[in-house]
């Protein structure tokens, strides 16, 4: 996937991603209208379908609210890439298939706007200003399981029909 | 090698008989709980996968607490889902408004976790058990989906590290203020993925409501979980409460931490954490200029008995400063029963406080307190993000119901002592 990139910063918690007052619905729509609001009020209306998120530490700290995820991926985003994920939000996105990377260096390298390139099965995130080629430890097996079925629930389904 | 209490109750969960960090496990769980806002999402999920029976109506618990008594007709939607849900699947632990309170107040208070119990909810704040010496972690609405057909839960064995108190608390100060210096200390993200395991003479010498309101906030420091070792004041707590056998379990002496913190808490000042966020901690004499708006009083960090007794002392017989709002909420029914038998309600009406039927409410900017641009809140609750209680352009700082009361009668961030002498 390649893809055009929005940059936040370190520790984006949960109630900047969806605010709680938000969160007396389930549906993906409503929640997307509102996604990253409290980081950026305008970004529902900027993001467009195929965009990556380029984010510092720890993003998606605070709730358990799987709703940030939900939203982040209804608007369209393609994937985040982190220089690291809070553990909630990480398992979140797992769970859903909101592809997701932990990559430092190339947060490092990336500005807002800039074109990016990220290959998720070889966990390489490609710069296409500069040509640099930035790589990530792959996920470990289990979690390759879950994200290549789909999600965690594709990945329950799949494994009790066996 | 030994293990750590968290190594334990994971392997024991998972059939084996040890288990590392960093190994993949899916574990059994024993309780699985969702919310008003995160059970929802998981019953969709559950029944969109054509998924029929839960594993075992027994143990999963559903709690409406965040938005409720309802505050509108989406959330009033929520819950009503929750509810034909419970009742469809027979769920033993579903409890309506009136008859519960804030989730992890409700839980260990009423025994349906226990010692040794390894516990999934889809609220980050699940960590709260792991004062009773459980494994309890928060995890997302599908995690809870796939449990409540499974039973079980993915996990990652996270590393242990060791947080020893030492030295004699000061007056004013309990576990909210011991958390607070933590955070402060290792940063939001500087236990992420990991176990905290927290002891020492100081810990010893805690009551349950404070150990829970310590480990209430481990997730602010990015924990997988907080965890104290089940001693005589766990075992006293669980007399007459614990639904379950509960299970003693300890580290062992040669169990292998990632690194161990010892800290003498002797000097230790009240603490306050700045906006906007929870590492932003300071002795509360670094504030004592800074005035109020709003105080907030409750939550699942800090509103048992302890926290509202500590709070009355200082407010008996005097009243809120003028133009401050205050909401006291005690966090259970049981709670708010109590403090009413103890004419603890009664002190803080006097007081011109306003005192709420148990909910997380203005917590998280749902009802009940919500704050207006360049608003300020000094609050017991547990986080202190952008926007958390309302307006993104308010503020809310936290501290634990000393300040908060001490500063409730002066309408700035104010050390008991000031007002108490």
């Not at chain 2, 917590?363 to 547990?382: D, F, I, K, P, S």
Request: net charge neutral; aromatic share 6%.
């Amino acid at each position: 996937m390649r893809g055009k990139c929005w940059k936040f910063g370190d520790h984006v918690d949960t109630d900047q991603i969806i605010p709680a007052r938000y969160l007396n619905v389930s549906d993906p729509v409503e929640l997307a209208a509102h996604c990253m609001e409290g980081a950026d009020a305008k970004f529902p209306k900027k993001v467009r379908r195929g965009d990556l998120i380029a984010a510092g530490e720890n993003f998606g700290c605070g709730s358990s609210r799987e709703h940030a995820p939900l939203c982040i991926k209804q608007a369209g985003v393609a994937c985040v890439i982190a220089k690291s994920f809070a553990r909630i939000f990480f398992r979140n996105a797992i769970n859903i298939g909101l592809p997701i990377l932990e990559c430092p260096q190339g947060v490092e390298a990336i500005a807002e706007g800039d074109e990016v390139e990220v290959d998720l099965a070889a966990g390489k995130v490609r710069h296409l200003g500069t040509g640099k080629t930035f790589s990530t430890a792959p996920f470990p097996r289990e979690l390759q399981e879950i994200i290549t079925a789909g999600g965690l629930m594709n990945y329950a389904r799949q494994t009790a029909r066996k | 090698m030994g293990m750590t209490i968290t190594e334990k109750i994971i392997a024991a969960h998972s059939g084996k008989s040890r288990v590392q960090p960093g190994e993949f496990v899916y574990a059994d769980v024993d309780i699985a709980l969702g919310n008003d806002i995160t059970a929802p999402l998981a019953i969709h999920e559950f029944e969109a996968a054509g998924l029929r029976k839960v594993f075992d109506p027994g143990r999963i618990v559903l709690i409406p607490d965040h938005f409720t008594p309802n505050k509108d007709i989406k959330s009033a939607e929520q819950s009503k889902l929750i509810r034909r849900f419970a009742r469809e699947q027979e769920i033993t632990h579903y409890y309506e408004v009136g008859r519960c309170g804030i989730e992890h107040a409700f839980l260990p208070e009423q025994g349906i976790v226990v010692p040794g119990d390894l516990v999934i909810g889809a609220d980050s704040h699940t960590c709260t058990y792991g004062a009773i010496g459980a494994f309890a972690t928060g995890v997302g609405s599908t995690d809870l989906a796939a449990c409540m057909a499974t039973g079980k839960v993915w996990l990652r064995v996270p590393p242990s590290l060791r947080f020893v108190f030492k030295g004699a608390l000061p007056q004013w100060l309990g576990g909210k203020d011991l958390v607070l210096f933590t955070i402060g200390k290792i940063g939001v993200d500087g236990a992420r993925y990991k176990a905290m395991e927290i002891g020492g003479p100081v810990i010893a010498g805690l009551n349950m409501d404070e150990r829970l309101a310590l480990c209430n906030m481990a997730i602010e420091a990015g924990a997988k979980n907080g965890i104290i070792a089940a001693d005589n004041v766990t075992a006293e707590y669980e007399e007459n409460r614990a639904q379950r056998p509960p299970k003693s379990v300890a580290s062992d002496s040669d169990a292998r931490y990632e690194a161990v913190h010892e800290w003498d808490v002797s000097k230790l000042s009240p603490q306050v954490a700045l906006p906007h966020l929870p590492e932003n901690a300071r002795p509360v004499e670094e504030c004592r200029d800074i005035r109020l708006d709003q105080v907030v009083i409750g939550s699942c960090t800090n509103g048992r008995m302890t926290d509202l007794r500590t709070a009355a002392a200082i407010l008996k017989g005097r009243k809120i400063a003028p133009g401050l709002r205050v909401i006291v909420i005690p966090a259970t029914q049981e709670i708010y029963l109590q403090a009413m038998e103890e004419g603890l309600l009664k002190i803080f009406i006097q007081a011109e406080a306003v005192v709420s039927t148990p909910t997380c409410g203005p917590c998280l900017g749902g009802y009940m307190g919500v704050l207006a641009a360049g608003e300020r809140a000094l609050a017991t609750t547990n986080r202190n993000f952008v926007g958390r209680m309302g307006h993104p352009k308010s503020e809310v700082y936290l501290c634990g119901p000393a300040v908060a009361a001490a500063s409730a009668l002066t309408g700035r961030i104010t050390h008991p002592d000031e007002v108490m002498k």
